[in-house]
């Protein structure tokens, strides 16, 4: 089993998928392994980073502790649920509420997609608020996984929480990529989605309610995608196929996302 890559800085690493990643959960709790003062540091940092954005949280996620390939295009994922905040005092430019450049070792999983709605690719621009790529494109959806979570149920709710689509068809899980700027491993999937339908004029979508972490959304062509882009976003372009070039038939669709046939969608 690979252990979990290191710190900051460097390109993507990307794992193309032909089928759905395997997740083994430990059984005990991640706890970084930190002396007092880097225990302190997290603590100031943790304090301060919820004064300047009250929306922090510091829930369960999903620490990959290592990840084997399994034969046929698939990876296992060893994983352990640990605290959100030992993730986010890692971010960068955060040294000044601590003194020192600090790294908890907690690499969470996440799960993102490469949505396409009538041939065009939805994308996202991060809010100023957010901790990793502020003000930087991205495909969207995208989060992190709660404990509990499959990667395709997760893409599937971040679509409702980030944009006004609904999914016409299951995810696909095309490709693993560890990003080094923002210290996480991400589920790569393909989805094709439409603009959901609002039941009432006046009706709010979960993406008006949710959407303080993008600031601007588009559809855009393949290759003209707005700047800047996040290097983990530019990482994730190698997962589309070139055109013209159909999707390989190899790539399975994940059937515990919860959704049905597309036909069964119209």
């Known amino acids: 089993m690979m252990p979990p890559s290191g710190g900051g800085g460097g390109p993507a690493r990307l794992i193309h998928l032909r089928r759905p990643p395997q997740l083994h959960r430990a059984a005990e709790r991640f706890v970084p392994q930190l002396g007092a003062d880097a225990l302190q540091a ?8 919820c004064a300047t954005n009250p929306r922090y949280f510091d829930g369960d996620v999903l620490h990959v502790l290592g990840h084997s390939r399994n034969g046929h295009g698939g990876v296992s994922l060893h994983v352990a649920v640990t605290s959100y905040r030992f993730y986010a ?34 994308l996202a621009r991060r809010s100023a608020s957010v901790a990793f790529y502020p003000g930087m494109w991205e495909f969207v959806p995208g989060g992190g996984l709660e404990p509990a979570d499959e990667p395709a149920s997760c893409v599937l709710r971040e679509l409702r929480e980030e944009t006004a689509l609904e999914p016409a068809s299951a995810p696909v899980a095309v490709g693993l990529v560890y990003d080094p700027q923002a210290l996480s491993w991400e589920v790569v999937h393909r989805l094709e989605a439409r603009e959901a339908v609002r039941a009432g004029a006046g009706e709010t979508t979960e993406a008006e309610r949710h959407g303080w972490e993008h600031d601007d959304r588009v559809l855009a062509k393949c290759g003209s995608w707005p700047e800047p882009l996040a290097d983990v976003a530019r990482a994730m372009i190698a997962l589309i196929p070139p ?24």
């Not at 997290?42 to 980073?49: D, I, N, P, Q, S």
């Not at 013209?244 to 919860?258: M, Y």
Request: hydrophobic letters at 35%; a positive charge.
């Open 42 to 49: 997290v603590e100031r940092r943790w304090t301060a980073l």
């Open 89 to 122: 005092v890692q971010r960068p430019g955060i040294d000044v509420f601590g003194g020192f450049p600090l790294d908890c070792g907690v690499r969470p999983l996440g799960a993102k997609a490469i949505t396409t709605v009538a041939g065009r690719f939805a």
């Open 243 to 266: 055109q013209g070039r159909p999707v390989p038939p190899h790539c399975e669709p994940d059937s515990r996302a919860g959704v049905p046939p597309v036909d069964s969608l119209r």
